[in-house]
């Protein structure tokens, strides 16, 4: 089983980015898939997620209206889009896969987790 981020980068304030999610091992269209993040001496936080069931997505309140996450499920990814990126969207980015009605960013709901992927937002 496998999640490999991609896509994270040092980006100015104001630009967008692009987090892509590759999956492999598990039968993902089962799965919903979770982007969470983590800032250096917060805790992890939930930033987007789409279910398996019938695609709805769902996001924190800090991103709504400035991201959209995509699910692929022939080529077993999911595509995390953040525009008009702020200083404080800096932090490392998972994706994480869990069973679930809908989804939930109860993180011990998830399964399997990626490395994480670095996105630094400069002013």
């Known amino acids: 089983v496998q999640l490999v981020e991609s896509g994270g980068d040092l980006v100015q304030a104001g630009r967008s980015v692009t987090l892509s999610c590759t999956a492999s091992?598990?039968?993902?269209?089962?799965?919903?898939i979770g982007w969470f993040r983590q800032a250096p001496g917060k805790e992890r936080e939930g930033v987007s997620c789409v279910s398996s069931f019938d695609g709805s997505t769902y996001y924190a309140d800090f991103i709504r209206g400035r991201s959209i996450v995509v699910r692929d499920d022939a080529k077993n990814t999911v595509n995390l889009h953040i525009n008009n990126l702020k200083p404080e969207d800096t932090a490392v980015y998972y994706c994480?896969?869990?069973?679930?009605?809908?989804?939930?960013?109860?993180?011990?709901?998830?399964?399997?987790w990626g490395q994480g992927i670095q996105v630094t937002v400069s002013s």
């Open positions: 994480a896969a869990g069973r679930m009605l809908g989804c939930l960013f109860t993180s011990s709901l998830y399964d399997y």
């Open positions: 091992g598990f039968t993902f269209a089962d799965y919903a």
